[in-house]
């Protein structure tokens, strides 16, 4: 049995809350959706303009180093390959990539 995911979504549209649950779902991954900020694990949110990602916080279509995807995915309790394909879901790209893949 999995461990429990609690993440809050901050100002999603419908269809990308579904869609995360889809992805979630799909991936086998339980996930609990909090009803604040303060209650969750993560943060997903949908920022106007693109940012870099911050502790705790994954802005969709931002950016993010891999320590910090690492990071994240051990906070959520999945599988770093699971992060990868979340952050590709949320359209976040890799920067400081510690293989020099992404600069």
Known sequence: MSETTKIYLDNPSD???ENLEK????????????????????????????EICETGVLHAGGRVTCPYAF???SKMKIERRVMG???N???IRINECQ?????
Do not use: N, Q, R, Y
Not at 99 to 103: A, M, Q
């Open 85 to 87: 394909e979340l952050m």
């Open 23 to 50: 992805f979630f779902g799909d991936a086998g991954i339980t996930v609990e959706w909090a009803t604040s900020a303060d209650g969750a694990g993560v943060v997903i949110d949908w920022p106007e303009d693109k």
């Open 99 to 103: 293989l020099g893949c992404f600069p």
């Open 71 to 73: 990071a994240a995915a």
């Open 15 to 17: 269809s990308a809350k």
């Open 89 to 91: 879901h949320l359209d």
